[in-house]
């Protein structure tokens, strides 16, 4: 009998124990003991270390400190970055990862399987690449304008949840994903740092875990429209001195049965934003002919930036995904990349204009 009540109140503990928010170890979450983190810079430090960055406070009306230091591990900076600040910082508010284009380079597979088995770090947190010293930035800026970690968090947010196109916004569970898929390579966004400005540079390629290329202006603006967002607010093309814009894509991917082509198909739909060029964009034959050239130009362009995949044999468009069918078994990495290298490529762009609107024929 007395056994039983032993086995009753050990069963009862350990049931208490179980249960969410009993566990008989618990943290001090104190809210005036602790400091949320909204973001860790990483770059190479010195000696094969890690150099990690974070501000602090975050959101609080105190003078901000950049705190830096080099570790072997992204948890030890954790850990002792508490070690430099009277209040115990948490990740739990971890919302953006800069990582320096240089440490990309090398390979960043450590540092997100880090981060992706962290039960504390949102998988919706941003991952950034940044070209320039980050540090200096911060510190400089950081004294200029207020919240400014909040600021750059927001400014993502924005592009993300309104999709707007104009450049690539990633978060973990995405590059997660892109990275762990035998037909698809992850990308990131470009940031670069210069003086007091923090600009979005364009898209890195990614081949397996390590940056190989960046694509910048008229390329970026190309894989906005081809997989990003297929959005783009503003689309300058200076050699035909012409801007679109409000551009919405429809793009359709097809692969002939030997892998030996890839027709991509392109429908645009905008309008022009501004023309310089000698045409009279209100004569109809006019407006056709450079509606021509401008789809000759970007079938062009998209040409030249998918040869560019091939040669680097990175596939971020998942072009790969389109040979899976739910009859046949799919084929590996290695065959899907042999053959991508030696793809023909045949683009196809058509693109229709909206009305122009307050011209002497709308009176």
Avoid at 74 to 103: A, C, M, P, S, T
Avoid at 113 to 135: A, W
Avoid at 303 to 326: C, F, N, R, Y
Wanted: hydrophobic share 40%.
């Amino acid at each position: 009998m007395r056994r039983k009540k032993m086995l009753l109140v050990w069963g009862i503990f350990v049931s208490l124990v179980m249960i969410p928010g009993c566990a008989p170890f618990v943290e001090n979450n104190t809210i005036e003991d602790i400091a949320p983190v909204t973001f860790w810079s990483i770059s190479k430090g010195e000696k094969g270390k890690i150099k990690m960055s974070t501000l602090v406070p975050p959101l609080v009306n105190e003078p901000k400190s950049l705190l830096t230091l080099d570790v072997d591990l992204l948890k030890q900076g954790g850990k002792d970055f508490n070690l430099r600040y009277y209040r115990e910082l948490k990740v739990g508010q971890l919302r953006l990862f800069l990582i320096h284009e240089e440490l990309a380079k090398q390979g960043i597979f450590q540092l997100i399987n880090t981060l992706l088995t962290d039960y504390d770090v949102s998988q919706r947190m941003y991952l950034v690449i940044v070209k320039g010293n980050f540090d200096e930035y911060i510190n400089r800026q950081a004294k200029k304008q207020e919240n400014l970690d909040y600021y750059l968090y927001r400014m993502l947010k924005h592009y993300e949840r309104k999709k707007q196109g104009e450049m690539t916004i990633v978060n973990l569970h995405e590059y997660k994903n892109k990275l762990f898929s035998p037909f698809s390579d992850p990308v990131l966004p470009v940031f670069t740092v210069a003086k007091d400005n923090f600009t979005y540079e364009g898209t890195a390629f990614f081949s397996n875990d390590k940056l190989i290329e960046t694509v910048t202006s008229t390329e970026d603006q190309i894989f906005q429209l081809l997989d990003n967002d297929h959005y783009l607010k503003f689309f300058p093309i200076p050699k035909l001195d012409v801007v679109i814009g409000r551009l919405r894509s429809r793009v359709n991917v097809d692969l002939d049965k030997n892998l030996s082509l890839v027709t991509i198909n392109v429908k645009l739909n905008g309008r022009i934003e501004e023309y310089q060029g000698n045409k009279n964009i209100l004569n109809g034959n006019e407006l056709m002919q450079l509606q021509k050239e401008i789809e000759t130009e970007l079938e062009m362009k998209t040409t030249d930036l998918i040869k560019k995949m091939q040669e680097l044999k990175v596939d971020p468009l998942q072009i790969g995904t389109h040979t899976l069918s739910p009859f046949s078994k799919p084929i590996s990495e290695k065959v899907w990349l042999a053959a991508w290298g030696k793809m023909k490529i045949k683009v196809n762009y058509q693109l229709y204009f909206e009305a122009l609107q307050n011209t002497k024929n709308n009176y």
